[in-house]
C-alpha cells in the first residue's frame, strides 16, 4: 500500500514540472495537385503535333484562351501555390503557486506560379509551347 502511494505521488507530484511542446504543420496550400500540373508533365506529354483535346486530357482547361490575328488559339495555363507552415512551442512548470510558461510562434509562407502558353495551329494541332515556373 506505502509503495502504491509512493507512485502516485511521483506521478502526480511531478507533472506540473513536466514541459509541453508542440508542433502544427498548418499546410493551409491553395494549389493545384502536384500530380495534375508540372513542368515535367509538361515537358513528358505535350508534345508538337498533338490535338487540343490531348492536352485538355493531360492539363485539363486553360484559364486563358486567345486568338491571333490568323484566328490561331492560344492556351494560357496559369497555376499559384501558396504554402503556409506555422509551429508554435510552450512549456510551463508550477512549483506550489507561482507559476511560469513561455509559448514561440513562427510561421512561414512561400508561393509558386506555373505558367504554360500552349499554340495551335489553324487545324487545332500544338505548333509551339513554354512554360516558366518561379518561387518566392
Known sequence: ??????????????????SACSTTNDNNNYYWPEEQMTVAKVQREIRIGMPSSSVIDVLGSPNMVTTDSERRETWVYDKVSTNIQASASSSGAWILFFGGSS??????????????????????????????????
Open 103 to 136: 509559448a514561440n510562434h513562427r510561421a512561414s509562407s512561400n508561393q509558386r506560379t506555373l505558367t504554360i502558353v500552349v499554340k495551335f495551329d489553324e487545324d487545332g494541332f500544338v505548333r509551339d509551347f513554354a512554360y516558366r515556373t518561379s518561387t518566392f
Open 1 to 18: 500500500m506505502k509503495y502504491r502511494n509512493i507512485l502516485s505521488i511521483l506521478a502526480f507530484g511531478t507533472l506540473p514540472f513536466m
